[in-house]
């Protein structure tokens, strides 16, 4: 285990205590952690580690504890600020790789491959939308609540709306921020 997945050990905790419905309260339950850092790549595990998790919830069965080792072994090849190396968010990334481990995807199997693909264009076209770079935090809230319906009508289950919309803690600490024009900003 490298020592980025070692640093996830805490994110993988919560999820398999949780029993939440909501892959964004459960995000926002995990991005709320100490351990979490503001930005960086572990929210490349975090988007997907959410939505793996509430699927299980709501189905009631599948190998929690695999299919979040299989996510981590992912989500470790996509290095941070792969959104401006790369072209590509991490966190939309992650919840296509979520989908394609729910959906047991593999390289030649047909089934499952275009719906990965087009939702993750869809994430990351909201995210572009958003319109400036370096914010995790809000990148991912913005996928984890864009992948819900692709979740929802490709695996046949129905996950819970978020609870609440989130206010952002950590927008002091990014340069970067677009502030009110951002739907999380908390203000001043």
Request: a negative charge; hydrophobic letters at 45%; proline letters at 5%.
């Amino acid at each position: 285990m490298s020592d980025q997945q070692d640093a996830y050990a805490w994110a993988t905790r919560i999820c398999e205590k949780s029993d939440a419905l909501s892959p964004a309260d459960l995000l926002e339950e995990l991005m709320a952690a100490p351990e979490c850092d503001a930005f960086g790549p572990v929210h490349h595990y975090l988007a997907g580690a959410a939505l793996v998790t509430c699927v299980r919830n709501a189905r009631g069965e599948g190998d929690l504890a695999a299919q979040l080792a299989e996510l981590r072994a992912r989500s470790a090849a996509v290095p941070g600020a792969a959104c401006a190396r790369w072209g590509v968010c991490g966190a939309a990334a992650s919840c296509g790789m979520a989908l394609a481990i729910l959906l047991e995807n593999a390289p030649l199997r047909a089934e499952g491959w275009s719906e990965c693909q087009l939702m993750v264009s869809d994430l990351l076209r909201a995210i572009a939308e958003a319109g400036a770079p370096r914010c995790c935090k809000r990148d991912a809230r913005i996928v984890v609540r864009g992948a819900v319906p692709w979740f929802e009508r490709l695996l046949g289950v129905e996950l819970a709306p978020a609870a609440s919309e989130p206010r952002c803690a950590v927008s002091d600490r990014n340069g970067a921020c677009l502030a009110g024009a951002c739907p999380y900003f908390a203000g001043a």
